[in-house]
């Protein structure tokens, strides 16, 4: 049996080999922490987009959609607060050279410090078996409790020096904490700067300061900017959202975990605008509606969470994150902020134009409070990959058994709905697949395997995590009927070909899943 962080790393080789996650510019030996999707990563990706962009805006006749330009005008970024606040504490070490985010060298720490509580705990449980009570024991025992006295403290001072800014005491933290760089174990360390994430570039043809413009580090800026456009193009009254997916880029210094954090990723954001006021009631419905969301996608909800922010930005009035049990923890998987009114207020203040709405059912005109959901790709598609990786033990033809690896991939969002396999390429079953393949790929994404053994083919569309195999076989010649095998339970059903686009597209529709919410 593998450990998580072993599961993790066959993951990753898995997504190599069947065509999920590439490293990108791989024959140049790779670009940090930049990641290229293959022809199957790009199906399930786009799935992932469907179902959340459908959810959105389909499902709400108060959401509308927008795409809008990567490039914005610079002085957006001023007015969010991202040329002077979008930053994080770096810190290099003297000996290695190697830079890293001090608040992560810290947050580590504290992470080894709760795998041993974790540790105390399994070992507990394993003792006690059905009669262990997590909650007694955390709350007794003296190696448990004096674990968890050492984090508070630390978590203490270090978000008192995070609210004050104060790098000094987080270099301190990191001295006192005697944390060593992981690359050369040396404890010397250089003093904490600020370091800005955004990417920049110049815009036409001379360079100079003027035309410095930025790649977009979140899709929401542009939301805001043309929330009037949009509104009045599309006659919404508040409370109304708009949604948008898109390309967002950060110069990530802790670029790690795979496709988790990375420097060009996707988000896809909803920015809903409501009364001054009215902001909590629409933060925790969103909150709700959000879970659901996760869960319809067949995430368990053991493996979901909230997450409340104990520092809230200056815009924030509440602030949490739906976090996921990944292979390497529980970890932010998106985030829901009210906002206020912070960002059309700033935007109104830097452009000197009105970003106001005339409420008629009040008689007045204010700038709307908004409530955030932000939720990236990439890690909505780690979180399903990661949750659907499986190592089965399977029967085999000697009587022994194998090993399969199957993506239980929820059947609506799985890249390739049905592979069609003729049993032997002879005696028209090549041309029968052919003929079933041109009426089913109207409705869904088919693939013809007609390589190797038919045993070979479903293992390599259960690597896929492909839900149904049509099988071609003599049978099929006489009576125009095939066998239909199911990814998850191997079973196989024999029925007739015209049955065969309403059996699987019953399972397959993104429809189901929108049901769900
Ligand atoms: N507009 C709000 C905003 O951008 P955020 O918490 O910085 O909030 C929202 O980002 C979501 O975007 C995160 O929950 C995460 O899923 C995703 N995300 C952020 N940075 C990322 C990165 N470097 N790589 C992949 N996904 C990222």
């Known amino acids: ?155 203490k001072r270090f978000t008192e020096a995070t609210e004050s800014s104060n790098l000094e005491e987080i270099r301190q933290i990191i001295i006192d904490l005697e944390i060593a760089c992981p690359e050369s174990g040396s404890r010397e360390w250089t003093d904490v700067r600020q370091f800005n994430l955004m990417f920049s570039t110049e815009m036409g043809s001379v360079t100079s300061d003027a035309n410095k413009i930025y790649l977009r580090p979140e899709t929401a800026q542009g939301i805001f900017v043309n929330f009037l456009n949009v509104q009045k193009s599309s006659r919404q009254k508040i409370p109304f959202g708009i949604a948008q997916i898109g390309k967002a880029f950060r110069n990530e210094i802790v670029a790690r975990q795979f496709i988790f954090r990375m420097r060009e990723f996707e988000q896809m954001e909803m920015q809903f605008f409501v009364r001054p006021g009215d902001q909590m009631k629409w933060y925790e419905e969103w909150k709700s509606r959000r879970l659901s969301w996760h869960k319809a996608l067949g995430s368990p909800a053991e493996k979901l969470q909230f997450y409340d922010h104990p520092n809230l930005a200056h815009y924030a009035d509440a602030a949490v994150d739906i976090q996921f049990q990944f292979p390497f923890g529980f970890k932010e998987l998106e985030g829901i902020h009210s906002r206020t009114d912070f960002d059309l207020s700033k935007h109104e203040e830097f452009s000197g134009k009105k970003m106001q709405y005339f409420d008629h059912e009040l008689d007045k005109s204010y700038v709307p409070y908004v409530v955030e959901t932000s939720i990236g790709c990439d890690r909505t598609f780690l979180a399903v990959l990661s949750n659907a990786y499986c190592e089965e033990e399977v029967p085999n033809a000697k009587g022994g058994t194998d090993t399969r690896v199957v993506l239980k991939i929820p059947a609506a969002l799985a890249p390739v709905k049905v592979a069609v396999l003729p049993l032997v390429n002879r005696d028209g079953m090549p041309e029968k697949a052919g003929e079933i393949i041109a009426n089913l790929k109207y409705d869904f994404n088919c693939q013809r395997d007609d390589k190797q053994t038919i045993g070979k083919r479903y293992r390599r569309q259960d690597a896929i995590g492909t839900p149904f195999c049509v099988t071609v076989d003599t049978e099929t010649l006489e009576n125009d009927t095939v066998t239909l095998r199911d990814r998850d339970t191997m079973e196989q059903v024999r029925l007739p070909i015209n049955e065969l686009k309403a059996k699987i597209g019953e399972k397959v529709s993104l429809n189901e899943l929108l049901k769900q919410l």
């Open 1 to 155: 049996m593998k450990n998580s962080s072993d599961t993790f790393k066959a993951l990753i080789s898995h997504c190599k080999e069947y065509g999920y996650v590439f490293p990108s510019s791989e024959v140049y030996d790779g670009l940090g922490a930049v990641y290229d999707y293959g022809p199957y990563g790009s199906e399930l990706k786009n799935n992932i987009k469907q179902f959340w962009w459908n959810s959105m805006v389909r499902m709400h006749e108060n959401i509308v959609g927008i795409d809008s330009a990567i490039f914005m005008h610079p002085k957006i970024w001023k007015a969010s607060g991202h040329v002077d606040a979008f930053n994080d504490p770096l810190i290099d070490n003297k000996t290695s050279k190697k830079r890293y985010r001090a608040d992560v060298l810290i947050e580590d720490h504290v992470a080894k410090i709760e795998a041993k509580i974790e540790k105390e705990v399994a070992k507990a449980q394993k003792r006690f078996g059905d009669a262990f009570n997590r909650e007694e024991f955390v709350t007794t025992n003296g190696r448990v409790l004096a674990n968890q006295e050492k984090i508070d403290t630390i978590m």
